[in-house]
């Protein structure tokens, strides 16, 4: 199975990333987490929640009580679940950087997530909210309702490419000219739920993440919401425009969980994302992986980036600085690579000390200036699902 912008018709309408947020461990804004990433701070810590886990964890995690106050400058906390309160604080913080409205018929929302109200499954918050909150489009409805949309909202769960699908999902309306702007918003929380699953696969890290790394062991789980704004009209007196040149989706159906060994399903998606954009490997500039720093997905994404002649490019991973934030990582890191152009700046890759790939990647170990304007971010996920998306500075 394969998903793609389709750039082939040369009236097809553009399409810009006009505004965006980002809340995770290192801040409720994009400025304040783009701030700690230049110093290179990690928002994976050591934690003792017994809510999620009975033993101690490293991982990501939104505070609380700063989500709250900064929600309640919007509406009542107690009102809405955690995730809800996510996806509400950021899509709102992007919206109030346009013109763009919610309301508007022109205008519609997709949110990404891979559990939604998860936490909704103790019997607790059951009683404050109810059983069919942790349906995935009741979750979505409350969320609609505070903005008063116009249009029904999509929900895109589709593993760990939820993020990035939903963002070439919302392209490719704004191209053939479904609606005229598109809020994409991506969020995921970390529960007991989640923690113990990945437990059972024994792909949880006992220390913070180490993407690419020869002695990498596992993941750290991180919670998040990233909301990015498409839109057919460039952002008003914005210095740098982003375009959204091209994006594919594939499935290699290797296994329920585990990679493909051969990397030919990430291979496809990049390899028609790039063709979508009019864009060759030596034309990239910057590549954001996905990097879970699990043995078997470094490799995989090793392999299929030397298959598209990119191992030359400086390739990041975003794990080490939040977690794994499953359906947000999509918008998360596509969030961070964007303003990773628009300052000519690579971000350094934390959590390497020696690689332990079998091809030389060009994985970015300090952070420095280097002239940007086009990036590749990519992902993959459980079931086999990779993604890729291309985007241009202008």
């Avoid at 997530?113 to 979505?140: C, S």
């Avoid at 029904?152 to 704004?174: D, E, F, Y």
């Avoid at 191209?175 to 923690?195: K, L, P, R, W, Y």
């Avoid at 959590?351 to 300090?366: A, E, F, R």
Wanted: charged content about 20%.
């Amino acid at each position: 199975m394969e998903t793609n912008l389709d750039n082939s018709n040369i009236n097809m309408t553009d399409v810009f990333v006009v505004a965006d947020n980002l809340i995770t461990s290192l801040g409720l804004t994009t400025k304040e987490n783009i701030d700690k990433i230049k110093q290179e701070v990690s928002g994976v810590s050591r934690h003792e929640e017994q809510s999620i886990s009975p033993t101690p964890f490293f991982g990501s995690l939104v505070d609380t009580a700063s989500l709250k106050n900064q929600f309640a400058n919007i509406g009542n906390p107690d009102q809405y679940t955690r995730l809800e309160q996510l996806f509400i604080l950021s899509i709102h913080q992007a919206l109030d950087q346009s013109s763009i409205k919610l309301s508007q018929p022109n205008t519609l929302l997709i949110l990404s997530t891979t559990k939604g109200n998860i936490d909704l499954l103790e019997e607790t918050l059951q009683e404050k909210f109810g059983k069919k909150r942790v349906f995935l489009g009741e979750m979505a409805s409350q969320i609609a309702a505070f903005f008063g949309c116009n249009r029904p909202p999509v929900i895109v769960s589709n593993a760990c490419i939820s993020g990035v699908l939903a963002q070439i999902m919302g392209a490719r309306m704004i191209q053939n000219q479904q609606v005229d702007h598109v809020v994409v918003a991506g969020a995921d929380i970390t529960s007991e739920f989640t923690v113990s699953g990945f437990q059972c696969l024994k792909a949880i890290s006992e220390d913070r993440c180490k993407p690419y790394d020869e002695n990498r062991s596992g993941i750290n789980l991180g919670e998040a919401c990233g909301t990015l704004i498409l839109s057919k009209n460039p952002a008003a007196n914005n210095k740098h425009q982003i375009k959204i040149l091209g994006g594919a989706t594939s499935n290699d159906a290797n296994h329920i969980s585990g990679p493909s060994r051969t990397g030919e399903g990430l291979y496809i998606a990049i390899e028609k994302a790039l063709k979508q954009a009019n864009k060759s490997a030596d034309q990239i500039d910057y590549l954001s992986a996905h990097g879970t720093a699990t043995l078997y997905n470094d490799e995989m994404e090793c392999k299929a980036f030397a298959h598209t002649n990119l191992l030359k490019v400086p390739v990041n991973s975003y794990k080490g600085y939040f977690g794994h934030t499953l359906g947000a990582a999509g918008t998360v890191e596509s969030i961070v690579a964007i303003n990773s152009l628009k300052e000519n700046l690579l971000f350094k890759s934390l959590g390497l000390d020696s690689l332990g790939v079998s091809q030389p990647m060009n994985v970015i170990t300090k952070t420095e200036k280097q002239p940007l304007s086009t990036c590749l971010k990519t992902a993959s996920g459980f079931g086999g699902c990779n993604a890729a998306i291309v985007f241009e500075k202008k």
